[in-house]
């Protein structure tokens, strides 16, 4: 799987899983969602952290960076749903 395809495939499951405000009724629901948002969370810095490998191998090299479309979207709004919500994560 390239890594654009592994960009994608995260991104189309967190348009499809990520909290809404619909989910938040109660208290255990949004203690539920911070550990749901703390796993995405991770899962994004492991796959950023490949993304910039690639753009570091890619460089050094003279190669050209592969086209990944979806990075820097889902970039912005992993560090959005973080800042909403970090007030709740320990």
Do not use: C
């Not at 889902?74 to 749903?81: C, F, L, Q, Y």
Request: proline fraction near 4%; avoid cysteine.
């Amino acid at each position: 799987m390239t890594i654009n395809q592994k960009v994608q495939k995260f991104y189309a499951k967190w348009q499809a899983l990520r909290p809404k405000e619909r989910d938040m009724v109660d208290l255990r629901s949004a203690s539920d969602i911070v550990l749901k948002v703390k796993d995405w969370l991770t899962d994004w810095e492991n796959l950023d952290k490949e993304v910039q490998s690639i753009i570091e191998e890619a460089t050094h090299f003279d190669m050209r960076i592969p086209p990944m479309p979806a990075y820097s979207e889902v970039g912005e709004e992993m560090e959005n749903i973080r800042m909403q919500w970090k007030e709740f994560q320990t």
